[in-house]
């Protein structure tokens, strides 16, 4: 059974453009409406700027709205900005923050239902389909990743191991033996695995495992290489976050190009990060959200600090939802280094675009004598290290010039033996900062 345009749960994917603005607007309205009559922070806000939700005709109007930020929910901790009583709140989430209290985030019955529509959707945009067997190694917990891929994934009628994070050796022999035909975990934690069953003389490439849903930090297309050549699948990369409802607001497609917006829950813009005005179409910024069917915590132009573009074109696997190019990076994410800004995702093209090193490294930034300094700690290959010292050296030396001619900076290299970065169960710490103790 292929998902099609016939599948009912899909059938949203393929709405003409016309029936889909109209739909979005409808929905604008509604929850603005929403936002205004039950958040006072939005309504406070409309009212500083002279506005009424009945000022919103078109969909245009939009960018009149003020945005919502991530200290906004931080501000109001933990329940300020929902719009809906407890009675009708069935579950809460709630995200660690770096610093600080977490954000918290809420779903009534229907927000549950439209999470899984968007997840059935997803999964079966990946060729996810009954009879599939779906081992789920994101986080159950707070975290909205274990959730949302299960229900989704029981919803499409698939049958989920509800396996969390963590305890890799058991992840390998159930993938081995429950015949594991497609994975829902972060990239990074699933090369870990590729590694470990490697240790344990299992070749993934020889199991059933065929699809990898991946997500909840941003990666890279050279990633995604290593991945479906090391373990003999395909890579879908998806997206989502809490403060909008999880994972599941959008995913790739067959054509793995570019990511399909749910934008009849969802509705995206790109603004200028730096002055918050729309970009022309097709151009990089920041992503922004809002959602249009959210009842228990509506988010009215969300910042996501995610950097990415709409793609305008049509997709060819006929889907008429937009597209939006793949993050590979976050606004807050950059390092600002001696002047210069650096993105970890740079970082990693670089040292991919070196043969022999695997894509486990970490970025460790400290200060000596009031000068900022980074040193990237990357493993190779044991080969590299039984080889003559000659081997490393050279390695060493095509990494410095790599990572020059792509950040335009001189920075540290340490090749460390395989293992010797701490391994995640869930996002990968790839930047530790030194550089401000206390
Ligand atoms: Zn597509």
């Not at 986080?139 to 989920?160: I, N």
């Amino acid at each position: 059974m292929t998902p099609s345009p016939f599948d009912p749960a899909s059938a949203p994917d393929y709405l003409p453009p016309a029936q889909m603005k109209q739909l979005q607007l409808d929905r604008l309205r509604g929850v603005v409406q929403r936002a205004f009559d039950h958040v006072d922070l939005f309504r406070a806000r409309l009212g500083e700027r002279g506005l009424a939700p009945a000022d919103i005709r078109g969909l245009e109007d939009i960018a009149k709205l003020p945005f919502t930020v991530k200290t906004d929910l931080r501000d109001t901790y933990p329940f300020g900005l929902f719009a809906s009583p407890m009675q009708e709140v069935v579950r809460l989430h709630a995200s660690s923050g770096t610093t600080g209290k977490p954000i918290v985030v809420a779903y009534t019955r229907e927000d549950l239902d439209v999470w899984t529509s968007v997840m059935v959707r997803s999964l079966a945009s990946c060729g996810i389909t009954r009879g599939d067997i779906v081992q789920n190694a994101y986080g159950y917990g707070l975290f909205t990743g274990g959730l949302g891929a299960h229900y989704g994934a029981e919803a499409l009628g698939a049958t989920v191991i509800p396996i969390s994070g963590g305890n890799t050796e058991r992840q390998i022999m159930v993938m081995k033996d429950f015949r594991v035909t497609a994975i829902c975990c972060t990239p990074s934690y699933f090369i870990h695995l590729l590694e470990r069953a490697g240790e344990l003389g299992v070749d993934v490439r020889g199991l059933p495992l065929r699809a990898g849903v991946f997500g909840a930090e941003p990666w890279t297309e050279s990633m995604r290489r290593h991945i479906e050549s090391a373990g003999g699948i395909r890579a879908y990369d998806i997206y989502g976050l809490s403060e909008i409802t999880g994972p599941g607001v959008a995913i790739e497609c067959c054509a793995q190009q570019g990511l399909h917006l749910f934008e009849d829950h969802f509705y995206p813009e790109i603004v200028d990060p730096e002055t918050g005005e729309p970009v022309a179409e097709g151009c990089e910024g920041e992503l922004v959200i809002t959602t249009l069917s959210k009842r228990a915590m509506p988010m009215i132009r969300y910042r996501t600090r995610d950097i990415t573009a709409l793609i305008p074109e049509p997709c060819p696997c006929g889907r008429t939802l937009r597209r939006m190019r793949r993050i590979a990076r976050r606004s807050d994410d950059m390092i600002i280094l001696r002047g210069v800004n650096v993105f970890p995702s740079q970082i990693e093209s670089a040292l991919l675009s070196v043969e022999g090193t695997l894509p486990h490294y970490q970025i460790v930034l400290t200060r000596d004598k009031g000068l900022d300094q980074m040193e990237v700690l990357v493993e190779v290959t044991r080969e590299v290290f039984s080889d003559q010292i000659g081997a490393l050296e050279t390695l060493h030396d095509k990494l410095i010039y790599a990572l020059d001619q792509t950040l335009g900076l001189r920075v540290a290299i340490r090749l460390v033996t395989p293992q010797t970065i701490l391994r995640s169960e869930g996002k990968a710490q790839r930047v530790i900062d030194r550089r401000n103790p206390g």
